[in-house]
């Protein structure tokens, strides 16, 4: 991975229940660090010493960590990333995430274990700007999920999502926003994509996955859904004459939003999680003055 470079791995899950939700991301050059930015700041940084796993508990009891940790925390096969005392690996079919984190801003335990199960594992690859700088791996876009934390105590199971992205750039150099979706419908998932790079063209992806394989399919129209707390925009799409509906707001930060959402997409009933990132926003020094309050850092030399 180049100086400046990014990688991550994204996971989120919904219950069956519809009373739980969660996202994992494990980092490499952790692209919302004010660590790494300030790094940047100064000269090519290391994205290696910049990871991160973090980890979001939607529901009650709700949680949030993100601890930063350098070289000298983390370790990194083709089958496993340990991160600090957590880790991320593959065992035969199923990815397998050991959580030993601490919350924040409250610092208490959040520890156990994930199981994400692919329906399917996806070899596919998405260029998002013209330079080929920054990619999007959709790797398993629909998946059986189950939770089992002993701090908190806490067990459920449902369908999530699985992608990576990567970048051999700051993602704040490539755009100034995007907003995503996965939505889900019936068997398939509809993956909803549209990033404004810098040079002001606009990526947009409107992808089916599902058991007949990988279909581009005509992007519904553009449309809005409440903005977030911080006033950033939540903006998606959803068939002509209907309403995208947020169902309830996971995150809502200076520069993203993250949702549990509905809408009407290519004639069905779809639901699923979205997110929008201002980059502009991030890129703010008051903004960059107020996450190490969100995001410690512990790294050995």
């Not at 990526?203 to 903005?227: C, K, N, W, Y």
Request: aromatic share 10%; net charge neutral.
């Amino acid at each position: 991975m180049p100086a400046d470079g990014y990688a991550w791995w994204y996971i989120d899950a919904i219950s069956s229940d519809g009373a739980y939700g969660l996202t994992v991301i494990a980092f490499i050059g952790s692209v919302f660090s004010p660590y790494y930015a300030g790094a940047r700041r100064k000269g090519p940084a290391d994205p290696f010493q910049h990871c991160a796993l973090n980890v979001a508990l939607y529901g009650t009891p709700g949680r949030w960590a993100m601890t930063e940790r350098g070289r000298g925390d983390i370790s990194i096969t083709p089958e496993r990333f340990q991160i600090g005392p957590s880790s991320i690996a593959w065992e035969d079919d199923c990815l397998i995430i050991l959580i030993d984190e601490r919350t924040m801003p409250d610092l208490r335990p959040l520890r156990g274990e994930i199981r994400v199960r692919p329906h399917a594992l996806v070899d596919h690859e998405v260029t998002l700007d013209a330079n080929r700088r920054h990619r999007w791996h959709p790797i398993a876009p629909r998946a059986e999920v189950s939770v089992a934390l002993s701090r908190p105590e806490l067990s459920w199971s449902g369908t999530g999502y699985l992608d990576s992205n990567e970048g051999s750039e700051p993602i704040e150099r490539g755009f100034s926003d995007w907003s995503w979706s996965r939505a889900s419908q019936g068997e398939d998932t509809l993956v909803l994509y549209d990033a404004t790079r810098r040079d002001g063209s606009v990526h947009s992806t409107a992808r089916l996955f599902g058991p007949e394989g990988i279909r581009d399919v005509p992007a519904p129209p553009r449309a809005q859904m409440p903005g977030g707390l911080w006033r950033v925009a939540r903006p998606t799409r959803a068939d002509r004459g209907t309403t995208p509906r947020l169902i309830r707001r996971f995150e809502d930060a200076p520069f993203y939003t993250r949702s549990e959402f509905a809408a009407s997409l290519l004639g069905q009933e779809a639901h699923g999680v979205h997110e929008s990132l201002d980059l502009d926003r991030f890129s703010a020094r008051w903004v960059q003055t107020l996450l190490p309050f969100r995001m410690p850092r512990i790294a050995r030399r």
